[in-house]
C-alpha cells in the first residue's frame, strides 16, 4: 500500500501543501520495491485524492495522516477488492 496524506493542502507555502509536493516521490519509491518484489500494490494516496474530492478530508481522517474508522474502512474494502479480484 502506498502511503497517503488525506489533504487537499490548496494554501500554499503551508506544511501540507509541501508534503503534497513531496509524496509521489515516497509514492514511486514504494511502487518499485512492490514491483521488485512481486507484490500486491494499492495506490492509497490516488484513491483518498479522489474521495476528497467530493467530500471533506476530515470524513476520512481528523488529520492528514491518521484515518477514522471511515478512512479505515476505505482501506479494507480496497485490500478486500484486490484479494478477491
Not at 14 to 31: A, D, G
Not at 42 to 55: A, E, G, N, P, T
Not at 56 to 65: H, N, S, T
Amino acid at each position: 500500500m502506498s502511503p497517503f496524506y488525506i489533504s487537499r493542502g490548496t494554501i500554499s507555502e503551508t506544511h501540507r501543501k509541501k508534503v503534497l509536493e513531496v509524496i509521489p516521490q515516497y509514492i514511486s519509491y514504494v511502487e518499485k520495491l512492490s514491483n521488485e518484489f512481486s507484490t500486491y500494490y494499492i495506490d492509497l494516496h490516488s484513491v483518498f485524492q479522489d474521495l476528497i474530492k467530493v467530500r471533506e478530508p476530515v470524513a476520512y481522517a481528523p488529520e492528514p495522516v491518521h484515518p477514522n474508522e471511515t478512512g479505515h474502512t476505505v482501506i479494507a474494502l480496497k485490500l478486500l477488492e484486490l484479494l478477491t479480484s
